[in-house]
C-alpha cells in the first residue's frame, strides 16, 4: 500500500499522545478504567500505522492477528485474577522475545548482503535489542516459573553468582562490539544471542520471593527498552516512542517498589537475601503450641467491644475472593457505630493495586483505604486489627530478623493494634516463605478457615446481636 509517511507518522503521533493520556488516566483509580481505553485506542493506531509502513504480505500479518487474538482472549477469560502476575511476567517475556528475533531478523538480512561492519548507530541499537530482548525473555520465564509454582520461589544461589554475572556481562560487551565491528562473523551473533539467554536466568534465579513485584516491573521496562532498540533498527517512529514509554515508566514503576519495600535495586538484584528462610521456617514452624484461635462467635465479641478496626486485606483475600463479604462486614460494623478503615500496603496481594481494585470492585469507598504510611500512626488506637489473608506484610521479622527475606521492607504495624484477628486457613506462610510470629502474639486470635466462608459466619454472628 502507497501510503505518504506523514500520514505513517501522525498515526504514530496520535498514538503516542493516546499512550501518555492512558498513563495519566491510570494513576488513579477513578479514572484507570478510561486509561485503560484510551491505551487500547492509541496501540489500534499505532497497528494501523505498522501496516500501512510499507508493503507486505498481509496474508500472513491477518493470521497471525487471528491466531494472537484466539490465544489472547482466551488467556483473559480463563487467567484467574489472582494469576495476573504470571500472566504479565509472560507477556514481558514474549515482548522481549519478540524485540530480540526482530534484531535477529534485521541483523541476519545485513549478514546475507554481505555488509562487514554495520553502521554504529544502527550496529549498537540490533546489539541492544538482541541482548535486552534475550534477557528480559529468559528472565521472565523464570520469573513466571516461581509464581506459577513451577520452581521453588526461594533464592536458589549459584557459589560466586556475582562474579559469573559479572564476567558474562563483560563477554557480552565484548561480543556486541565484536558484532558491530565484524558483522559476517556469524559465531558471535550465535554467542551473544546464548549468553543474553543465560544471563537472563542468572540474573532472576537468586532473587526470592518477596522481592518478586520488583523483578516483574524491572523486567517489564527491560522490555519496553528492547522494543525501544529495535524501534530505532527498524527506523519506526512509533516503536521508538512505545518502547521507551514503556521502559521509562516500568522503571518508574520499580523504583515506587523499590522504595515502597526499603530496598534499592542493587539490593534486589544482588543481594540474594534469606535463600535457607524457607526451610528455616518450615522446621521452626513445627512447633506451634502458642497459637490461640477462636470461632466467628469469639471475634464477634471482639468485635462488639470496639469503637475502632483496621482491616487488612491481602492476598488470602483475593484467593478466596471475600472482598464482599468484606464489604458486608464493613457496612454491619459502621451501622454499629464502629469506625472502619482499610489499611493498603504497597505489595499487598500479587501485583500492584490488587487490594484496590478488589476492594473497589466490591463498592467499598475510596475514603476508607489508607496508604500504609497514612496508616500506621492509627493502628495503636485500633480496638482490632483484622488481618484477611494476609500474611508478609504484616510480619515483624521484616523489622528483626536480619537474615529474614523480607528484612527491611517496611510492614502494617498491626502488632501494635489492642487485639489482632488473622483471618486464614491455618499457619501457613506467606509468599516469602516466612514463619510470622504474630500468629503466636499474647493479642492475636487465629480465625482459622476460608476467608469468604468464615468472614460471611462472622457477619451472621455480628447481624444476630
Ligand atoms: P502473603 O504473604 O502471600 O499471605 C497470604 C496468606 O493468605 C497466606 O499466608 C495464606 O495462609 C492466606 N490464604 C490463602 N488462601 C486463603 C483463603 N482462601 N482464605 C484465607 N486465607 C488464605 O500475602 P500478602 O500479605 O498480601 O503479601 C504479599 C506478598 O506477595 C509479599 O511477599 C509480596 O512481596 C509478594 N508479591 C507481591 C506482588 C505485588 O505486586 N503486590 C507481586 C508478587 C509477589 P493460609 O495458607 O494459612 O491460608
Redesign the pocket.
Known sequence: MDVPSWVVNLLYLSASICFIVGLKLLSSVRTAKLGNQVGAAGMLLAICGALLYKDMNYTWIIVAIVLGSGIGVTLAVLVKMTAM?QMVGLLNGFGGAASALVASGELIEVIRHGVERLPLGWGISTVLGILIGWVTFTGSMIAYAK?QGLMPGRPIVLPGFKVINGVLGAVLLVLGVLVVVNATGWWWFAALSLIAMVLGVLLVIPIG?????VV?SLLNSYSGMAACATGFVLANNGLIITGALVGASGIILTQI?CKA?NRSLMNVMFAAVGAQEGAAAAARADGQALVKSGGPEEAALLFEGARSVIIVP????A??Q?QHVVAELTETLRKKGVDVKFAI????????G?MNILLAEANISYDLLLDMDAVNPLFPEADVALV???????NPAARTRRDSP?YG?PILEVDKARSIIF??????????GVENELFTNPKTMMLF????ETLKKLVAELKAH
Open positions: 502476575p509464581l520471593g518477596a522481592d518478586m513485584p516483574i517498589m519495600m491481602g492476598y488470602g483475600m484467593v478466596s471475600a500496603h504497597p505489595v499487598a496481594g500479587r501485583m500492584p490488587h484477611v489473608g494476609a500474611n508478609d506484610i504484616t523480607l521492607m483471618c486464614k486457613r491455618g499457619l501457613g506462610a506467606g509468599f516469602a478457615g476460608d476467608a469468604k
